[in-house]
């Protein structure tokens, strides 16, 4: 089996999720990505990271944002 691109680790960042194997989180490529810089920007400022890293953050993100249930109480 081949090792996750994202990983959890509550010492690190958190436990926020990051790209295995350094401190970039999820959050920090989705914040890069909404203020307006291209994969090609972030594969500058970032160069530990790949293009497959950068797609597997935003897929991880897109799933837990469809495995999110939002309850509301009245």
Same mark, same amino acid.
Do not use: Q
């Given at each position: 089996?081949? @090792?996750?691109?994202? #990983?959890?680790? @509550?010492? %690190? &960042?958190? $436990? !926020? @999720?990051?790209?295995? $194997?350094? &401190?970039?989180?999820?959050?920090?490529?989705? /914040?890069?990505?909404?203020? $307006?810089? #291209?994969? #090609? *920007? +972030?594969? /500058?400022?970032? @160069?530990?990271?790949?293009? *497959?890293? %950068? &797609?597997?953050? +935003?897929?991880?993100?897109?799933? &837990?944002?469809?495995? #999110? !249930?939002?309850? +509301?109480?009245?």
């Amino acid at each position: 089996m081949a @090792p996750s691109v994202i #990983s959890v680790n @509550p010492e %690190v &960042r958190f $436990g !926020k @999720p990051c790209i295995t $194997g350094t &401190r970039i989180t999820v959050g920090d490529i989705l /914040e890069a990505l909404a203020s $307006g810089e #291209s994969v #090609s *920007d +972030i594969l /500058e400022n970032f @160069p530990e990271l790949t293009e *497959d890293k %950068v &797609r597997a953050a +935003i897929a991880f993100a897109a799933a &837990r944002e469809n495995n #999110s !249930k939002i309850i +509301i109480s009245a």
